[in-house]
């Protein structure tokens, strides 16, 4: 362990998947490979949305906010993931390691705040059609999507800055493949009950409450929807929303089982668990952004007309 003056770890490392080297290559190109799909199909969905004047909606200026987040949040953590495949002792600097932590927890707390904002937004859509475009307009939706953003910037700053004012001096090991933050209060040597408490309190604000705000809304959209009496129009109102809920659904869901999984005693067990938290935390950080913009985008005949138009176009241009 590398420190200053006797007591500061200037240094952390990764322990991932140290223990299998054989799947840390299969996992390499797995993960560049997904890397770049997602640099791809949220690029795209984004270029689509600002290309197309027809999606400039607050569905779709929601839906851009949550590709670009995804982009941002797979950025903060691949590069180092991907570097630490690649080297023997995976190391990164403790100011690196709370960069990456910072941005991180920035991106989920903003992702949680967000799919509550976008069931709001169907909620209305849904159950108050005919005043959407007064209830949902430009000076409602762009504040909200900057108050999710501001929310996750500030929760992470300052659970990052408690976490930084820890002192670390017995194990810098971080059991895990990235920076997270319940694996690194893990390594403090000191009384880190102030941070429990502080987390305690913003998974209350940024889990608990957007997902009551999704249940609740929920709620009286499927009221609403049962209420319409063609089927037609109830096939129609529940497809606005399935890309949503599915997505809501592979998100918390990956959060419940990272986080409320039981913890085996054994060795055995201990080594086969950590290469099952280890994809469950790639699904959680890998797939489930690759996955967003499919969602919404295969089911999802506004999206796929308009990127068909933004190709038929360039082809047209470029054959001129």
Not at 99 to 118: H, I, K, N, R, Y
Not at 220 to 238: D, M, Q
Request: aromatic share 10%.
């Amino acid at each position: 362990m590398e420190r200053t003056n006797g007591s500061i770890v200037t240094e952390f490392v990764l322990a991932g998947l140290s223990a299998h080297p054989k799947l840390q290559t299969v996992f390499f190109a797995l993960i560049l490979w997904m890397y770049l799909m997602i640099l791809l199909a949220n690029g795209v969905l984004i270029s689509v949305i600002i290309y197309d004047s027809h999606l400039h909606t607050p569905m779709y200026f929601f839906l851009c906010n949550l590709s670009f987040l995804d982009i941002c949040y797979t950025s903060s953590s691949v590069p180092l993931l991907l570097g630490s495949f690649l080297t023997v002792r995976k190391r990164v600097s403790f100011s690196g390691c709370m960069v990456q932590m910072f941005l991180s927890f920035a991106m989920g707390v903003t992702e949680c705040v967000l799919l509550g904002m976008m069931a709001l937004d169907r909620y209305v859509a849904i159950c108050y059609p005919l005043r959407y475009p007064a209830i949902m307009s430009k000076g409602a939706y762009v504040p909200m999507a900057a108050a999710c953003w501001v929310s996750g910037l500030v929760d992470s700053a300052v659970q990052t800055s408690l976490a930084m004012q820890l002192p670390f001096c017995t194990n810098n090991v971080i059991n895990h493949i990235a920076c997270e933050i319940l694996a690194i209060l893990k390594l403090a040597c000191a009384d880190i009950s102030v941070n429990v408490i502080s987390m305690a309190g913003s998974n209350l604000i940024v889990l608990v409450i957007p997902l009551l705000v999704i249940s609740i809304s929920y709620i009286f959209i499927v009221a609403t929807i049962l209420r319409i009496p063609s089927t037609e129009g109830k096939h129609k109102a529940f497809s606005t929303c399935s890309a949503h809920l599915t997505v809501v659904i592979l998100f918390y869901g990956t959060i419940f089982f990272m986080y409320a999984k039981p913890k085996s005693k054994s060795s055995v067990g201990a080594d086969k668990q950590d290469i099952v938290e280890v994809l469950i935390s790639l699904f959680y950080g890998v797939m489930t952004p690759m996955i967003n913009p499919l969602i919404y985008s295969l089911r999802n005949k506004d999206v796929k007309a308009a990127v068909k138009n933004m190709l038929g176009r360039k082809t047209f241009s470029d054959g001129l």
